[in-house]
């Protein structure tokens, strides 16, 4: 009897640390990185294109693995027209003239490529780099919080009408088509008169469009820019952006789930780029606050910072936040990782600190490694009350301080790295800084 019991205890042991190892953090019994992505895109050789894609897509059109398409300038499917790509098709973007690919509002993109045959966007130039074409736009009719319910992308697009770059409107159920195991490189294109390209922008994207196992690498604007809409995100890694990972604005209501951003302080843009940034709005006047406020539920996120010596890399300025939290946007995140970070979390100081406005941000069951403090409001470094409140043993929060090879299973693998957190990582400590 006694051995039984010391062998159901080891049993229950096992158990429970194998579970602690999926409970924060990116999850999955395997690492689900492996065969789709690929973390050293310039490696690849994707051939020369044999199709040209260009002006209106305005019937159904598929594009198929056995030829490699050019995109030459701004291609719009438009007319409800449904645009299918074939798993293991590989569409290149033209340096030349911004090559980029427009979903209007109306019609469909079905890109629904395998684990073992990704669809891959990239650049054509030999050598490649951030920002060499535009980005893939997926535009949808489902609500946003501007007045008029309806906005429009611009970035100096050449659309035969209007209505090719509109978004927004009243159908929460929109219905935008496939985007699953896709990767898009080296985009976000920077323009002198609209800023940069984002690599894949998703605007009143409604709650039928499924978006899953899609990376973004090396992109010179946003990696996922979310504008509006009521969506669901899973499985999604942007590596290695200059601008934010994540970024959620005009009223979003989106859930993201078990997804990845791996920062690096070495590539980050001078404006000092964040994993998620969450915002209501960046002009007051344009927005109706009778409408929902940009809301982001996340959970099992793994949001690493990737430093030689991250304790230098602060002191010289190269590291900032994880996640920037604007006024008037709510967020509640959990189970989710956040390591190498200075802070982990920025609050704008327009929020002001009470009951309300933290019932609107919420850190529940947490691990916060190696960042150099934790949550701050802006440009106040006295961060006690918000440090005690998010403490608090109620919110499961965990505050650690290992580097990364002891915290996450593989991160130096150049090919095939994994990010989950190691079994029984997750002990609790008090509240650490990194030392100056």
Same mark, same amino acid.
């Given at each position: 009897?006694?051995?039984?019991?010391?062998?159901? &205890?080891?049993?229950? +042991?096992?158990?429970?640390?194998?579970?602690?190892?999926?409970?924060?953090?990116?999850?999955?019994?395997?690492?689900? +990185?492996?065969?789709?992505?690929?973390?050293?895109?310039?490696?690849?050789?994707?051939?020369?294109?044999?199709?040209?894609?260009?002006?209106?897509?305005?019937?159904?059109?598929?594009?198929?693995?056995?030829?490699?398409?050019?995109? +030459?300038?701004?291609?719009? !499917?438009?007319?409800?027209?449904?645009?299918?790509?074939?798993?293991?098709?590989?569409?290149?973007?033209?340096?030349?003239?911004?090559? @980029?690919?427009?979903?209007?509002?109306?019609?469909?993109? =079905?890109?629904?490529?395998?684990?073992?045959?990704?669809? !891959?966007?990239?650049?054509?130039?030999?050598?490649?780099?951030?920002?060499?074409?535009?980005?893939?736009?997926?535009?949808? /009719?489902?609500?946003?919080?501007?007045?008029?319910?309806?906005?429009?992308?611009?970035?100096?697009?050449?659309?035969?009408?209007?209505?090719?770059?509109?978004?927004?409107?009243?159908? !929460?159920?929109? /219905?935008?088509?496939?985007?699953?195991?896709?990767?898009?490189?080296?985009?976000?294109?920077?323009?002198? %008169?609209?800023?940069?390209?984002?690599?894949?922008?998703?605007?009143?994207?409604?709650?039928?469009?499924?978006?899953?196992?899609?990376?973004? @690498?090396?992109?010179?604007?946003?990696?996922?820019?979310?504008?509006?809409?009521?969506?669901?995100?899973?499985?999604?890694? @942007?590596?290695?952006?200059?601008?934010?990972? #994540?970024?959620?604005?005009?009223?979003?209501? &989106?859930?993201?789930?078990? @997804?990845?951003?791996?920062?690096?302080?070495?590539?980050?843009?001078? $404006?000092?780029?964040?994993?998620?940034?969450?915002?209501?709005? *960046?002009?007051?006047?344009? !927005?109706?606050?009778?409408?929902?406020?940009?809301?982001?539920?996340?959970?099992?996120?793994?949001? =690493?910072?990737?430093?030689?010596?991250?304790?230098? /890399?602060?002191?010289?300025? +190269?590291?900032?936040?994880?996640?920037?939290?604007?006024?008037?946007?709510?967020?509640?995140?959990?189970?989710?990782?956040?390591?190498?970070?200075?802070?982990?979390?920025?609050? %704008?100081?327009?929020?002001?600190? $009470?009951?309300?406005?933290?019932?609107?941000?919420?850190?529940?069951?947490?691990?916060?490694?190696?960042?150099?403090?934790?949550?701050?409001?802006?440009?106040?470094? $006295?961060?006690?009350?918000? *440090?005690?409140?998010?403490? $608090?043993?109620?919110?499961?929060?965990? #505050?650690?301080?290992? /580097?990364?090879?002891?915290?996450? =299973?593989?991160?130096?693998?150049?090919?095939?790295?994994?990010?989950?957190?190691?079994?029984?990582?997750?002990?609790?400590?008090?509240?650490?800084?990194?030392?100056?």
């Amino acid at each position: 009897m006694k051995n039984f019991t010391q062998t159901l &205890c080891l049993f229950l +042991l096992i158990v429970c640390g194998s579970y602690a190892q999926q409970e924060k953090g990116i999850t999955g019994k395997d690492n689900w +990185l492996n065969n789709w992505t690929e973390f050293r895109p310039n490696h690849i050789d994707t051939g020369e294109p044999t199709q040209i894609l260009s002006g209106n897509i305005t019937q159904d059109t598929k594009l198929t693995k056995r030829d490699t398409y050019l995109l +030459l300038g701004s291609v719009f !499917v438009t007319d409800s027209a449904t645009l299918t790509i074939e798993p293991g098709t590989v569409i290149i973007g033209d340096f030349k003239t911004v090559g @980029s690919l427009i979903i209007s509002k109306g019609a469909k993109i =079905i890109a629904e490529g395998t684990e073992t045959d990704p669809i !891959v966007f990239t650049s054509n130039r030999s050598v490649k780099k951030e920002g060499d074409w535009g980005g893939v736009f997926i535009l949808g /009719d489902a609500p946003i919080n501007k007045y008029g319910n309806s906005s429009s992308v611009n970035y100096g697009l050449k659309p035969s009408s209007f209505e090719s770059i509109s978004y927004g409107g009243s159908n !929460v159920n929109s /219905d935008s088509g496939i985007f699953k195991y896709v990767r898009i490189e080296f985009a976000g294109r920077r323009t002198r %008169d609209y800023g940069y390209f984002n690599a894949l922008t998703l605007a009143g994207v409604g709650i039928n469009t499924i978006v899953e196992n899609v990376m973004v @690498s090396y992109s010179d604007g946003n990696s996922f820019n979310i504008l509006g809409g009521e969506l669901s995100l899973e499985k999604l890694v @942007s590596f290695r952006s200059k601008s934010n990972d #994540y970024e959620f604005n005009y009223g979003t209501q &989106c859930h993201i789930s078990n @997804s990845l951003a791996i920062r690096s302080p070495y590539v980050s843009g001078s $404006n000092g780029s964040r994993s998620m940034f969450i915002a209501s709005y *960046e002009r007051k006047d344009e !927005v109706d606050f009778s409408k929902k406020t940009t809301f982001v539920n996340a959970e099992n996120m793994t949001l =690493i910072n990737v430093s030689d010596n991250l304790a230098s /890399d602060i002191k010289v300025g +190269l590291v900032k936040e994880a996640i920037y939290i604007a006024d008037n946007a709510k967020i509640d995140i959990s189970k989710s990782v956040i390591s190498g970070y200075n802070p982990a979390v920025i609050i %704008d100081n327009n929020v002001k600190i $009470n009951a309300q406005n933290l019932e609107n941000i919420k850190f529940t069951d947490m691990y916060f490694n190696n960042c150099k403090g934790n949550i701050f409001t802006e440009h106040n470094s $006295n961060n006690a009350d918000l *440090e005690n409140w998010y403490g $608090n043993s109620l919110f499961f929060n965990v #505050y650690s301080k290992g /580097d990364d090879a002891e915290t996450f =299973i593989d991160v130096k693998n150049a090919r095939r790295p994994d990010f989950r957190l190691r079994i029984n990582k997750i002990i609790a400590s008090n509240v650490v800084d990194i030392e100056d």
